[in-house]
């Protein structure tokens, strides 16, 4: 909520009144929609939606909160080729011990941080301003072992197949959030922050057609900020 908050703030002060808020850290996705300059609110919400993130698939709650969609989508989920020899992308995440294999913490799995480096998304001597460097070689080794070898494609093709199919997951979620209340992505803006937001931000916006992405200074921690 206070990363919403924020959006808002960016809104009022860009002149721009309707807002999609999205918020991708490293086990989840947000979504919220920012319409005449404020964050919708509702007294009632439904979570962990299990059936393509449609209506009453989920648990209902009632309590006053801003209006919200999350998935469990983030820089942790991990990559694998299903018994159909289908990519698959989470819900099991790294998490922060190990952690993706690129950090070099004993992480033997490939997880989206790792094909957001593999692709040059994420620069490997960059990593929390330089104070942590990553590890291209396990990424590389662990994409090449859990993903490229099964499908029979270069670890390149995987680690963007990975890439491609959070984004895609993402914007359906956002899609039939926006549809069930009436509103139209195309004549919004969208503000994106969190740890791996902006890496994504520009190819979700695509899908959905939002004409304009916001990346405010310090994106990465601006829920904190809020």
Known sequence: AAGVKMSVVHGRRLQLPDLLSFDMGGTTAKGALI???DARKVYHLEVARQHDFKAGSGMPLRTPVIDMIEIGTGGGSLAHVDARGTLRVGPRSAGANPGPACYGQGGTLPALTDANVLLGYLHPDH??????LLDVDAASDAMRREVAVPLGVSVARAAFGVHDTINEDVARAFRIHASERGFD????TMVAFGGSGPVHALSVARKLRIPRVVFPIAAGGMSAVG
Not at 127 to 132: I, P, S, V
Not at 185 to 188: A, I, P, S, V
Request: aromatic residues 16%.
């Open 35 to 37: 319409t005449g300059g």
């Open 127 to 132: 990593f929390l301003g330089g104070d942590m």
């Open 185 to 188: 992505y195309r004549r919004c």
